[in-house]
């Protein structure tokens, strides 16, 4: 008898050390290795077409297009899918643990619900054999604001251009490297393209024509970010919670930042028009409060703006030595 008793004991310690290590998105599980590449793998599939019951409407809620109007995409967790009216009933319940991106007819036309993969789902630093890294949280305590993400979006050669607002597509915000390496995850903040749509209505409003941007750096994942830090990148950047971007306004697609202060020039004084349409946006809609950095050209591109949701104003410049000694000379 306590030989059997002993047994059950064990069976369910080891039951329950399973079950933390499946679930567990921080565990030191590794995906193995293909050999050839050197790059972690997996069996996960990718995103896939989901075609559901076209009889059936998924309603889009008027807040979901943003303060902008110009939002047309949700990226959803599990619960967030599940609660969305009429997901389940047209799509069904797999839909809702199920990666994709899904196209669906709204009042101002294609709306893209981009269900996640959760965190949970990363393997060490790496997900779907594709290398993120490891998030600051991982490795140490941090605030509210620097928790780790509730998941990831995929991104394949298929979707990269699917439209999540007026100006912006899913492919602008992609971590610059592994170029070759399909799917790739973001981290996406709808927060954030509402806020830069907004920068863009507000300085056409004030009469600078912006109607074309370039992302030059979105979303970066931490083991990317890490690369940079002492060149410029934060240890606990934003880019890595899919709530900054780095921009220029390119209306008249030279590939070099606009000339929006109409000096003849293109500049640091440039971003200060973009800091003031900022500025605005955050008075009227203080839910998008966050960073305005303001960088020296580093770049053919010029000089360019970071724009954050943090939560909290901050301001900052960056390479004004060098705009002090382009001026004097």
């Given amino acids: 008898m306590m030989k059997r008793a002993a047994w059950w004991v064990a069976a369910a310690v080891l039951l329950v050390a399973v079950f933390r290590i499946i679930g567990s998105g921080n565990s030191g599980l590794v995906a193995p290795v293909d050999t050839a590449t050197g790059v972690a793998v997996t069996d996960l599939e990718s995103v896939p077409v989901i075609a559901g019951d076209s009889s059936k409407v998924v309603e889009i809620p008027d807040s979901l297009?943003?303060?902008?109007?110009?939002?047309?995409?949700?990226?959803?967790?599990?619960?967030?899918?599940?609660?969305?009216?009429g997901f389940v009933s047209r799509f069904g319940e797999r839909a809702i643990h199920t990666p994709a991106a899904i196209e669906v007819m709204s009042r101002g036309g294609p709306f893209t619900l981009l269900v996640m993969r959760p965190f949970g789902a990363k393997r060490g630093e790496v997900l779907n054999g594709y290398r993120l890294g490891r998030w600051p949280a991982e490795r140490w305590l941090m605030?509210?604001?620097?928790?780790?993400?509730?998941?990831f979006v995929e991104v394949t050669a298929a979707n990269a251009g699917v439209h999540l607002s007026e100006h912006f597509v899913l492919g602008d915000?992609?971590?610059?490297?592994?170029?070759e390496k399909w799917p790739k995850y973001v981290v996406l903040e709808e927060k954030l393209i509402d806020k830069l749509e907004l920068v863009m209505q507000a300085l056409n409003t004030r009469g600078?024509?912006?109607?074309?941007?370039?992302?030059?750096?979105?979303?970066?994942?931490?083991?990317y970010n890490d690369r940079g830090v002492g060149e410029g990148m934060a240890r606990a950047s934003r880019h890595q919670y899919g709530d900054a971007a780095d921009l220029i306004i390119d209306s008249n697609g030279d590939g070099r930042m606009d000339d929006l202060s109409g000096d003849g020039r293109s500049d640091l004084r440039d971003t200060e028009v973009i800091n003031r349409a900022v500025s605005e946006v955050e008075r009227k809609y203080p839910q998008l409060a966050g960073g305005l950095g303001r960088y020296h050209a580093m770049g053919p591109r010029g000089p360019f703006a970071h724009i954050d949701v943090?939560?909290?104003?901050?301001?900052?410049?960056?390479?004004?030595?060098k705009r002090k000694a382009a001026d004097s000379s």
């Fill in 65 to 85: 297009f943003g303060w902008s109007g110009a939002l047309r995409f949700r990226a959803l967790t599990a619960a967030e899918a599940l609660a969305l009216r």
């Fill in 143 to 151: 605030a509210k604001n620097y928790f780790n993400p509730d998941g």
């Fill in 173 to 179: 915000f992609v971590t610059h490297d592994q170029t």
């Fill in 208 to 223: 600078v024509r912006a109607t074309r941007a370039v992302v030059l750096s979105g979303f970066r994942a931490p083991y």
């Fill in 310 to 321: 943090r939560g909290t104003s901050a301001r900052w410049e960056s390479g004004w030595w």
